[in-house]
């Protein structure tokens, strides 16, 4: 029986009970502790919901003064009941500052995602494992590479007619080869394939078919909200439409999209063509666009999801729950200002993103 019913029981059953003192007493007692308790049950249903919002704690743009703007990717994800740090930057140095500015705990995380192998998201890395070295972290598995890995020995032709000291293992290989990490102590999950880690918390795995990072395997994060899908992508090697594509299959409805798109060089029509399919295909509500995104693509987003396109800068807290918005920037209504668009562009022209870039850039020289 619910027990605020029973308490009504009681009081009524109370009436009949008074042949001993102690009854009464016990009726007495009994009865307020069970309203006490109904009264902390309705106190606990009018608690404020848990956050729905996304904090950029690493971007070559912005407006936050005590934060450092650097070429890279970091944000905090509080979404669903969980804490998730998105990928660390690139500078462990300035990953500290900028996450003392906006007072995130980093001790208290769930899980940490590391999209991709790129140093713009994975170098702030040792900074997050001095503060938390026990927290778990999910990389995408590779055949080789930084995040470690491993292959079954049979990968290898074998030659019997060899002697033993020219053979690898002396010819008894283990059944499993494991290749070491750069990142060794910490407690590293690989996800070869689209996983829904938590329930409602999918990691898509996709793999990159672009010149300059041809077979990169980048994890994006996908949560399903009741107001739909949040999606945070890193660099969207793979294409930020096929990682779009995978998440439509968790649930159709995409909510928001935050991240970096890859966009940097993409000529205007390969632009409009993904702002098109974002807005009129998959009907996305939101988008919070960052990082290796590139300035044209800021602007054609912008013109096409007009008030739904939320300025995702440095420092920047975006509120992803029904109504979604920036709250660090409310009166934000310009995408980049003069200043801080030459500060993106000297950043740019230092990173790995406009080597990809570059080879993108040659392949559509090549086509046309
Ligand atoms: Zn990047
Ligand atoms: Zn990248």
């Known amino acids: 029986m619910n027990p605020?019913?029973?308490?009504?029981?009681?009081?009524?059953?109370?009436?009949?009970?008074?042949?001993?003192h102690f009854t009464v007493v016990?009726?007495?007692?009994?009865?307020?502790?069970?309203?006490?308790?109904?009264?902390?049950k309705g106190s606990t249903a009018a608690a404020p919901p848990m956050p729905a919002r996304i904090t950029v704690l690493y971007d070559a743009f912005g407006k936050d003064a005590t934060m450092t703007k650097d070429w890279g990717y970091a944000a905090?994800?509080?979404?669903?009941?969980?804490?998730?740090?998105?990928?660390?930057?690139?500078d462990p140095a300035i990953l500290?500052?900028?996450?003392?500015?906006?007072?995130?705990?980093?001790?208290?995380?769930?899980?940490?995602?590391?999209s991709h192998r790129h140093s713009d998201h994975i170098g702030g890395f040792s900074f997050l494992l001095s503060l938390n070295p026990q927290v778990r972290i999910y990389a995408p598995k590779e055949n080789f590479g930084v995040f470690g890995s491993d292959l079954p020995s049979k990968f290898y032709r074998k030659d019997e007619s060899l002697p033993p000291e020219m053979r690898y293992y002396g010819g008894a290989p283990p059944e499993i080869m494991k290749?070491?990490?750069?990142?060794?102590g910490a407690?590293?999950?690989?996800?070869?394939?689209?996983?829904?880690?938590?329930?409602?918390?999918?990691?898509?795995?996709?793999v990159s078919d672009a010149p300059g990072t041809k077979e990169l395997k980048e994890l994006s994060l996908a949560i399903n909200t009741p107001d739909g899908i949040v999606l945070v992508v890193a660099c969207s090697h793979p294409g930020v439409e096929a990682i779009v594509a995978e998440a439509v299959k968790i649930n159709p409805h995409i909510h928001l999209i935050a991240g970096g798109f890859h966009l940097l060089v993409a000529q205007d029509p390969a632009i409009e063509k993904v702002a098109a399919a974002l807005h009129d295909n998959y009907k996305v509500d939101y988008i919070a666009a960052g990082h290796c995104t590139g300035e044209p693509t800021f602007a054609a987003l912008q013109k096409v999801f007009g008030?739904?396109?939320?300025?995702?800068?440095?420092?920047?807290?975006?509120?992803?729950?029904?109504?979604?918005?920036?709250?660090?920037?409310?009166?934000?209504?310009?995408?980049?200002?003069?200043?801080?668009?030459?500060?993106?562009?000297?950043?740019?022209?230092?990173?790995?993103?406009?080597?990809d870039g570059g080879a993108e850039a040659a392949r559509l020289a090549q086509i046309r």
């Not at 905090?76 to 690139?90: A, C, Q, S």
């Not at 992803?320 to 022209?349: F, H, K, Q």
């Open 187 to 206: 407690s590293i999950q690989l996800i070869d394939k689209t996983t829904e880690v938590v329930p409602g918390v999918t990691l898509i795995a996709l």
């Open 4 to 20: 605020c019913r029973l308490s009504r029981a009681r009081k009524l059953g109370g009436r009949v009970m008074r042949s001993t």
């Open 26 to 40: 016990l009726a007495i007692f009994g009865s307020a502790w069970i309203l006490a308790s109904c009264a902390t």
């Open 96 to 114: 500290a500052k900028n996450v003392k500015a906006k007072g995130v705990d980093l001790t208290r995380l769930d899980f940490v995602v590391l």
């Open 76 to 90: 905090l994800v509080e979404i669903n009941g969980k804490r998730i740090l998105f990928d660390t930057g690139d």
């Open 307 to 355: 008030d739904r396109y939320l300025y995702a800068g440095l420092g920047t807290t975006l509120d992803v729950g029904a109504n979604p918005r920036a709250e660090s920037d409310r009166n934000a209504a310009n995408v980049l200002e003069e200043g801080d668009l030459l500060g993106y562009r000297t950043l740019l022209a230092k990173s790995d993103d406009l080597k």
């Open 179 to 184: 290749f070491g990490t750069a990142f060794p």
